[in-house]
C-alpha cells in the first residue's frame, strides 16, 4: 500500500502540467516530468540550484505572480486561478502558460508556493488563427474589409491625435469582369493574386492593403499626403501594368489589358471616416469615368 508520500510524489510526477515549487526564498524545490518537459531542463540541474525567477519572461514577473498570490483578486488570498504569464525554456522560446498557484503553509508560516503550469502554445496558435482568418481575404491573403473598417478607424483617431496626414486609396479594376467571362474564374483568381503580390511589394511597412470584395481594393497611407500618396499610386500602377507585360503574355486574345482605376483623398480636418471613404471612393469612380488606368486625387468640390 502507498503511504501519503509515495501517492503525492506520484501525483506529482504523472501530473501533465508542469508542477513547480519554490521555498521562501525563490528556489526551486519541486520539478516534475512535466516541467522538465516544458522548460527543456533536467531537474538534476534546477532543484535547490535555479531561481524562480529565471523561468519566468521576464524576470521581474515572478514578483508580479507573488504579489498576485498575497491579494484578493485571483481567487483569494493565498491562491491564483488561471493568471496568464510567460516562461522561457533552455532555448530561450518563449511559452504562454495558465498558472494557477497556491501559497504554501506550515504552522501558520508561509514556507513556499507551488504552480500548476499548463502550456497554452497549442490553443494560442489556434486563436491566432482563427483571428488571422477572421481578418484576411482567403484568395489573396490581403486584410478584409472587416479589418478595413477597424485599421481605419484606428488610423484616423492616431491622424487627428498627432496631426499626421492621412491618405485613403481605392482602387477597382478597368475590364475585368469580360476577362474573368472570357478566360474563367481560375485566370481571374490570377490576377486578383497578382494586384495582392504588388501591393504588398510596394508598401512600407507602415501603410497596409485590404481586399474589400471582388475587384476593388485600398490601401491606407498612414503619415502621407494626398500629394505623397498619388505619387505612390502612380508608381504602383506602372508596377501592375509592367507585371501584366510579362506575366500575362501567354494569352492570345483581343481583350484589352486589365488596368486599374485608383481614387484618393485626404483626411481632412473634422472629417468622419464615412465621409473620408466617400470622398475616395467618388475619386476612383471619376478616374474609371474618364478612361480608368489612372489615379485621380478627391477635389474639394466633391459633394458627400
Known amino acids: 500500500m502507498l503511504n501519503s508520500q509515495d501517492f503525492m510524489n506520484r501525483l506529482v510526477g504523472s ?40 523561468v519566468y519572461n521576464p524576470p521581474e514577473l515572478a514578483r508580479e505572480v507573488k504579489k498576485a498570490l498575497y491579494g484578493q483578486e485571483n481567487g483569494g488570498r493565498g491562491r491564483l486561478d488561471g493568471m496568464e504569464v510567460e516562461v522561457v525554456d533552455a532555448s530561450g522560446r518563449i511559452i504562454p502558460i495558465r498558472l494557477s498557484a497556491s501559497l504554501l503553509v506550515q504552522n501558520g508560516q508561509e514556507v513556499g508556493s507551488v504552480g500548476f503550469f499548463h502550456d497554452m502554445s497549442e490553443s494560442k496558435t489556434l486563436e491566432d488563427e482563427l483571428r488571422r482568418r477572421s481578418i484576411t481575404d482567403s484568395l489573396t491573403g490581403l486584410y478584409n474589409r472587416r479589418h478595413f473598417h477597424n485599421i481605419l478607424s484606428q488610423e484616423v483617431d492616431r491622424s487627428r491625435r498627432y496631426g499626421r496626414p492621412l491618405t485613403l486609396a481605392f482602387l477597382d479594376l478597368d475590364r475585368f469582369k469580360p476577362f474573368n467571362d472570357t478566360y474563367g474564374h481560375q485566370e481571374g483568381d490570377g490576377i486578383l493574386r497578382m494586384v495582392s503580390q504588388v501591393m504588398t511589394e510596394s508598401l512600407r511597412t507602415m501603410d497596409q492593403a485590404f481586399r474589400l470584395g471582388g475587384d476593388e481594393f485600398s490601401f491606407i497611407l498612414v503619415e502621407t499626403t494626398a500629394e505623397q500618396g498619388l505619387l505612390a499610386m502612380e508608381r504602383f500602377r506602372h508596377t501592375f501594368n509592367r507585371q501584366w507585360e510579362s506575366k500575362m503574355a501567354y494569352l492570345e486574345g483581343d481583350l484589352p489589358p486589365v488596368t486599374m482605376s485608383i481614387g484618393l483623398a485626404q483626411l481632412a480636418p473634422d472629417e468622419k471616416a464615412d465621409q473620408f471613404i466617400r470622398r475616395a471612393d467618388l475619386a476612383m469612380y471619376e478616374a474609371k469615368k474618364d478612361g480608368g488606368d489612372r489615379s485621380l486625387q478627391a477635389r474639394p468640390e466633391i459633394k458627400i
Open 15 to 54: 501530473c501533465p502540467d508542469g508542477i513547480i515549487g519554490v521555498n521562501r526564498e525563490g528556489k526551486v524545490i519541486i520539478f516534475n516530468q512535466a516541467a522538465e518537459k516544458l522548460t527543456g531542463l533536467p531537474a538534476s540541474q534546477v532543484l535547490g540550484q535555479l531561481s524562480i525567477t529565471q
